[in-house]
């Protein structure tokens, strides 16, 4: 069965310092793959999704940036974290068929102070 | 434009109350997909049905039922003798046919306290 990692769980950083949250997944192969974030409020916000490796696109324009450097990984990455950064970030895979559901991570809880 | 609105912001209800979950949603297209997530304590999303715009038929799995309306585009969530364990927050979210990947517009969802 497939099953998706997302680590950490938690994370407090400071203004201005770097991110890297990184996301896998086993038991499924070319999956797609999504970053979202849930700002307090609880609205989902997709951040990148991903087809393939190499293959990443942009929802939202921000500080924030992705990759995908092997199939089943994906990485949220920023340089320098804003406070407006602080949120519940969800990474998630779907296989390719048209509209299939989205299976989600356990998340990542973030504080930038 | 798609959009998914759930009306209720939180609803609270004893234990075995049966509780139902409002979700409506605009497309201008005429295949398309709903969804219903849930979200306990934990935060983790966890996908619970899919429905798409041919198939109206409701769906009912143990305490789950779901209402997909066309005529009055709604896509309800019941929960029948509702539990403890039932209290999270539920989303809705709503995906169009047009490309290779998933792109769910989610509702802002339902908050269900569940109390003994």
């Known amino acids: 069965s497939q099953t998706i990692h997302q680590w950490p769980a938690t994370l407090v950083q400071p203004v201005g310092s770097p991110l890297s949250l990184e996301c896998t997944v086993e038991g499924t192969s070319n999956p797609n793959l999504y970053w979202y974030r849930q700002a307090a409020g609880r609205g989902l916000q997709l951040l990148f999704y991903?087809?393939?490796?190499?293959?990443i696109s942009s929802e939202v324009p921000q500080n924030l940036s992705a990759s995908r450097p092997q199939d089943r990984q994906f990485i949220l990455s920023s340089k320098k974290l804003l406070l407006s950064d602080s949120g519940f970030y969800l990474c998630?895979?779907?296989?390719?068929?048209?509209?299939?559901?989205?299976?989600f991570g356990n998340g990542t809880r973030l504080t930038v102070t | 434009a798609q959009k998914v609105t759930q009306a209720q912001t939180e609803i609270s209800v004893v234990e075995k109350e049966d509780v139902t979950l409002d979700c409506v949603y605009e497309?201008?297209?005429?295949?398309?997909?709903l969804f219903w997530y849930k979200q306990p304590p934990s935060g983790e999303l966890v996908f619970l049905i899919r429905r798409n715009s041919f198939d109206e038929q409701n769906e009912i799995s143990g305490r789950y039922s779901w209402n997909f309306q066309k005529s009055t585009s709604s896509f309800n969530f019941t929960i029948t003798a509702s539990q403890v364990v039932d209290s999270a927050v539920y989303f809705c979210a709503l995906s169009e046919e047009y490309s290779g990947y998933s792109t769910l517009t989610f509702g802002k969802g339902t908050m269900l306290l569940v109390s003994p």
């Open positions: 497309t201008r297209d005429t295949t398309y997909y």
């Open positions: 998630a895979w779907s296989d390719s068929s048209y509209n299939s559901p989205l299976h």
């Open positions: 991903s087809v393939g490796i190499g293959q």
